[in-house]
C-alpha cells in the first residue's frame, strides 16, 4: 500500500491484526502511554503493535497481596466481596454448565489468573472441586495461606495439570494481557469437559467509555494490556463445530463518570510532569485496603452514579457496556 505525498510514493506502514489476521494501515494506528497501537476494522480488536519477543520483554507489576497479613477471614472475604462472587458463579453454572457429574463426583472449576482466589473459594462454596493459576507470588500467598486454596503460583500451562479436565473454568481480566488470544483460548476448551464452559470477562474495546475516551482510555495503560477484544472477535477463533459462544455485557453504574474523571486527572498530572514511566513501578508499602468508606467516599460514588446515568442508559441500550463477558460452551461430543 503507498500513499502520494505529492513528490513520491512511499510506503504506508502495514501491521497485521493478531486475532483476523487482516492487514491495516496507518490510519488504523495511534500513539498510547508511549507505545504504538492498532485498532483493527474488521474485528474491532485493540492490540499493542509489538513482537513476541517483545511482548515476553514486558515487566508487568501487579497489586501485593500480603499486605492482608493483619486480616482475620472474614475480612478478607468482605473485602474480596466472595457473596456477590458466589452469586456470579452460581448464575453462570445455572445458565451455561451441565448439570450432570460423572459417576457422582463433584464438578471441577478451574481459575486461570485467580488472583487472591475470589472465584474459586466461591466455587468451593459451591461443592466444586477448585484448581487456580496466579503468576503474582503475592496473590496466590493470600490464596493458599488465607483461604487455603490450591493454586499453582505460575503462568497456566497443560503441563502442570496432566489430564485433568474441567466443567468450568474462569478466565476474568486475563485474556487482554495474552499475545495470541485464539492459541490460548484453544488449549483452555481443549481441557473442557463436553457441555463445560469457559467464562472469559475483559475490558470492551467496542464500549461507550472507550470510544468516548480513545487514545486516553485507561485499559490502554497497564504495560502488559496487549490484546483488548470486542464480541467480534470471536468470529475469527475458529470455533465453529467445536463450541457455543455467548455474550452479555456488563458495567459499574458510576463507572463512566469515574473513568472520565481518572482520565481528567491523568491529563492533568501528564502536564506538570510530561514524561512519566512506561511501566508502573510495584508499591509494596500500598496501605491495608480493608477499610469502609468514610462518608466523603460514598458522597462521592453517589454523585459519580448520578452523573453516569445518561452514558450508563445509552451503553445498556446499544451492548457497548464496559465489560465484555462471554461464555464459551464446549459442545458435546
Same mark, same amino acid.
Given at each position: 500500500?503507498?500513499?502520494?505525498?505529492?513528490?513520491? *510514493?512511499?510506503?504506508?506502514?502495514?501491521?497485521?491484526?493478531?486475532?483476523?489476521?487482516?492487514?491495516?494501515?496507518?490510519?488504523?494506528?495511534?500513539?498510547?502511554?508511549?507505545? @504504538?497501537?492498532?485498532?483493527?476494522?474488521?474485528?474491532?480488536?485493540?492490540?499493542?503493535?509489538? +513482537?513476541?519477543?517483545?511482548?515476553?520483554? *514486558?515487566?508487568? +507489576?501487579?497489586?501485593?497481596?500480603?499486605?492482608?497479613?493483619?486480616?482475620?477471614?472474614?475480612?478478607?472475604?468482605?473485602? *474480596?466481596?466472595?457473596?456477590?462472587?458466589?452469586?456470579?458463579?452460581?448464575?453462570?453454572?445455572?445458565?451455561? =454448565?451441565?448439570?450432570?457429574?460423572?459417576? %457422582?463426583?463433584?464438578?471441577?472449576?478451574?481459575?486461570?489468573?485467580?488472583?487472591?482466589?475470589?472465584?474459586?473459594?466461591?466455587?468451593?462454596?459451591?461443592?466444586?472441586? =477448585?484448581?487456580?493459576?496466579? #503468576?503474582?507470588?503475592?496473590?496466590?500467598?493470600?490464596?493458599?495461606?488465607?483461604?487455603?486454596?490450591?493454586?499453582?503460583?505460575?503462568?497456566?500451562?497443560?503441563?502442570?495439570? %496432566?489430564?485433568?479436565?474441567?466443567?468450568?473454568?474462569?478466565?476474568?481480566?486475563?485474556?487482554?494481557?495474552?499475545?495470541?488470544?485464539?492459541?490460548?483460548?484453544?488449549?483452555?476448551?481443549?481441557?473442557?469437559?463436553?457441555?463445560?464452559?469457559?467464562?472469559?470477562? !475483559?475490558?470492551?474495546?467496542?464500549?461507550? =467509555?472507550?470510544?468516548?475516551?480513545?487514545?486516553?482510555?485507561?485499559?490502554?495503560?497497564?504495560?502488559?494490556? =496487549?490484546?483488548?477484544?470486542?464480541?467480534?472477535?470471536?468470529?475469527?477463533?475458529?470455533?465453529?463445530?467445536?463450541?457455543?459462544?455467548?455474550?452479555?455485557?456488563? @458495567?459499574?453504574?458510576?463507572?463512566?463518570?469515574? !473513568?472520565?474523571?481518572?482520565?481528567?486527572?491523568?491529563?492533568?498530572?501528564?502536564?506538570?510532569?510530561?514524561?512519566?514511566?512506561?511501566?508502573?513501578?510495584?508499591?509494596?508499602?500500598?496501605?491495608? #485496603?480493608?477499610?469502609?468508606?468514610?462518608?466523603?467516599?460514598?458522597?462521592?460514588?453517589?454523585?459519580? !452514579?448520578?452523573?453516569?446515568? #445518561?452514558?450508563?442508559?445509552?451503553?445498556?441500550?446499544?451492548?457497548?457496556?464496559?465489560?465484555?463477558?462471554?461464555?464459551?460452551?464446549?459442545?458435546?461430543?
Amino acid at each position: 500500500m503507498k500513499k502520494y505525498t505529492g513528490a513520491e *510514493l512511499v510506503p504506508e506502514p502495514i501491521h497485521q491484526c493478531r486475532v483476523c489476521e487482516r492487514e491495516s494501515g496507518k490510519k488504523s494506528q495511534f500513539t498510547s502511554n508511549g507505545y @504504538e497501537w492498532l485498532k483493527c476494522g474488521s474485528c474491532g480488536t485493540v492490540q499493542k503493535i509489538l +513482537t513476541h519477543q517483545q511482548y515476553l520483554e *514486558l515487566n508487568p +507489576t501487579y497489586d501485593p497481596g500480603s499486605y492482608l497479613d493483619s486480616a482475620n477471614r472474614e475480612q478478607i472475604e468482605r473485602f *474480596l466481596g466472595i457473596d456477590q462472587t458466589i452469586k456470579v458463579i452460581a448464575g453462570v453454572t445455572k445458565r451455561y =454448565v451441565s448439570s450432570s457429574s460423572e459417576n %457422582g463426583m463433584k464438578r471441577s472449576f478451574l481459575d486461570v489468573g485467580c488472583g487472591m482466589g475470589a472465584f474459586m473459594l466461591a466455587a468451593k462454596r459451591l461443592d466444586f472441586d =477448585v484448581l487456580g493459576f496466579e #503468576p503474582s507470588a503475592d496473590h496466590a500467598y493470600v490464596a493458599t495461606k488465607h483461604l487455603q486454596l490450591p493454586v499453582i503460583a505460575n503462568y497456566f500451562s497443560r503441563e502442570l495439570i %496432566g489430564d485433568r479436565t474441567f466443567d468450568l473454568i474462569m478466565l476474568s481480566h486475563v485474556i487482554e494481557h495474552i499475545f495470541s488470544p485464539k492459541t490460548f483460548l484453544h488449549e483452555l476448551i481443549a481441557i473442557l469437559k463436553p457441555g463445560g464452559a469457559l467464562i472469559v470477562v !475483559t475490558p470492551n474495546s467496542d464500549s461507550l =467509555v472507550a470510544k468516548f475516551t480513545g487514545r486516553r482510555w485507561p485499559m490502554l495503560k497497564p504495560v502488559d494490556h =496487549v490484546t483488548l477484544l470486542s464480541a467480534k472477535a470471536y468470529a475469527h477463533f475458529e470455533l465453529e463445530g467445536l463450541a457455543d459462544v455467548h455474550h452479555w455485557y456488563s @458495567e459499574f453504574p458510576y463507572e463512566f463518570a469515574a !473513568t472520565i474523571a481518572s482520565v481528567v486527572k491523568a491529563r492533568m498530572r501528564q502536564v506538570s510532569d510530561p514524561a512519566p514511566p512506561r511501566s508502573a513501578v510495584p508499591n509494596k508499602a500500598a496501605p491495608p #485496603p480493608l477499610r469502609e468508606l468514610s462518608v466523603k467516599a460514598r458522597l462521592l460514588k453517589s454523585l459519580l !452514579t448520578i452523573a453516569s446515568v #445518561p452514558a450508563w442508559l445509552l451503553a445498556a441500550a446499544t451492548d457497548k457496556r464496559a465489560c465484555l463477558n462471554s461464555a464459551v460452551v464446549r459442545r458435546a461430543s
